[in-house]
């Protein structure tokens, strides 16, 4: 499955800030709040092609906000088919055009820069039949387990796929104790 991951937006203002006109466009000095304007938090949409983002100048504001520039949108763009064979300054120009859907307010605010990073085998395709292609938590190898959103799960690539991966990962951990415990004895006795 293809994905365009990585894709980041900075603006010269808030995006996600839509109750004050004012506060979306401070940038500049000191903050009243003492952190930027906008929803703090993973935002998942359903129309729009990136299933998942963040402002991560709001989420993560020690590490992506700079005074002086505004929200940096962070995209999954899934499935990316569509996107892959696409110049990146296309790429950008549709997902901006989808981010001012979201956000009309935001219209007003200027994409002051753009980076994509594409990945052409990242995340399981939706759809069904694809399940085979997740492995499970057990592999043939001898005490390697797996567990992640990606592994075979109830769950779509998420963070509640990646919790109950690991719930599943635990259980078969637990399953081969006795196996595990055994083979142990026996290389401890044979280095003795």
């Not at 399981?124 to 039949?129: A, D, F, M, Q, V």
């Not at 796929?161 to 078969?172: D, E, F, H, P, Y």
Request: glycine content about 8%.
């Amino acid at each position: 499955m293809c994905v365009v991951d990585g894709w980041s937006l900075r603006f010269d203002g808030w995006v996600t800030e839509l109750d004050d006109m004012d506060k979306m466009k401070q940038v500049q000095g000191d903050l009243s709040n003492g952190r930027a304007h906008g929803i703090d938090n993973l935002l998942y949409s359903a129309d729009a092609d990136f299933s998942c983002f963040a402002d991560l100048a709001v989420t993560s504001p020690a590490d992506y906000y700079k005074e002086g520039e505004g929200s940096l949108l962070q995209c999954v763009l899934t499935p990316a088919d569509k996107y892959m064979g696409m110049p990146v300054e296309d790429v950008a120009a549709a997902t901006l055009e989808q981010v001012y859907d979201l956000f009309p307010s935001a219209r007003g605010l200027k994409c002051t820069w753009t980076n994509v990073v594409k990945l052409g085998q990242s995340l399981y395709r939706e759809s069904p039949g694809m399940d085979v292609y997740r492995p499970t938590q057990k592999t043939p190898i001898g005490n390697f387990f797996l567990a992640g959103s990606y592994t075979y799960q109830d769950y779509i690539d998420s963070m509640e796929g990646a919790t109950k991966s690991g719930l599943a990962c635990a259980n078969v951990i637990i399953q081969e104790t006795p196996r595990l415990a055994k083979e142990t004895r026996a290389r401890e006795a044979a280095a003795v």
